[in-house]
């Protein structure tokens, strides 16, 4: 079965800009989670959808926002970037509900220059 | 390949011998555990995971230890072998909430 897809895999993108992040998840999955790494601050929780709803949101400005479609596949927005967002993006996806077995994809590399 | 942690702990062993990973959750209401294992360049991949109704569990060659009582968490690698060189991160999963995810150790196998 196909994991967690994540595109593209790296982006270089202006201060700015925007950008969008797109996540297909397990087939089945109904949960897709996303976060942010940076060896500064780890790993840290953006936003998890379910059935196209948000369900949870992290403490992050409303320039990062998500949304989920009907297939599940979800995409992740960063409007006016700024080179803090310079990070690895990450996707989880997860069966049913939070608390069962997140599985990540590779994550998509974003650079703001 | 990317750098996850500049500045992550780092166990080092030596290859056959076991490993053991530690974590201090923070949240006392965290009923699911998981440890995750990240290599350069990859999305973090599932271990091992444990509810906060056990004290332990055992997976192929790894075995993770709950102390609730003390809030801490480990995992153990038997036979560590230089493919589990990576860096290791705990979750904790409070009850209807998100994954709060550990700073990361970094394991080094030595030949």
């Known amino acids: 079965k196909a994991g967690v897809t994540q595109t593209p895999r790296y982006l270089i993108k202006t201060r700015g800009q925007q950008v969008t992040l797109s996540c297909s998840p397990i087939s089945g999955h109904r949960s897709v989670s996303w976060y942010q790494q940076t060896p500064g601050q780890g790993l840290q929780f953006l936003f998890e959808y379910f059935s196209e709803t948000q369900r949870n949101k992290g403490n992050f400005p409303g320039r990062f926002s998500g949304r989920q479609f009907s297939n599940s596949r979800s995409e992740m927005n960063v409007s006016t970037l700024e080179l803090g967002d310079s990070a690895l993006y990450l996707c989880a996806s997860s069966l049913e509900e939070v608390g069962t077995e997140a599985f990540f994809g590779q994550g998509t590399r974003l650079t703001v220059v | ?111």
């Open chain 2, 1 to 111: 390949g990317e750098s996850v942690g500049l500045h992550l702990p780092t166990l080092s062993v030596q290859e056959g011998d076991n490993s053991i990973i530690n974590c201090a959750y923070s949240n006392s209401a965290s009923d699911y555990f998981i440890w995750y294992k990240q290599e350069s360049g990859k999305g973090p991949q599932f271990i091992i995971d444990i509810r906060s109704n056990m004290d332990k569990r055992q997976g192929q060659r790894v075995t993770v230890l709950l102390n609730k009582t003390v809030k801490h968490l480990s995992l153990q690698i038997a036979a560590t072998q230089p493919g589990d060189s990576a860096v290791y991160f705990c979750a904790e999963i409070p009850y209807g909430q998100n994954f709060v995810f550990g700073p990361g150790t970094r394991l080094s196998v030595l030949p």
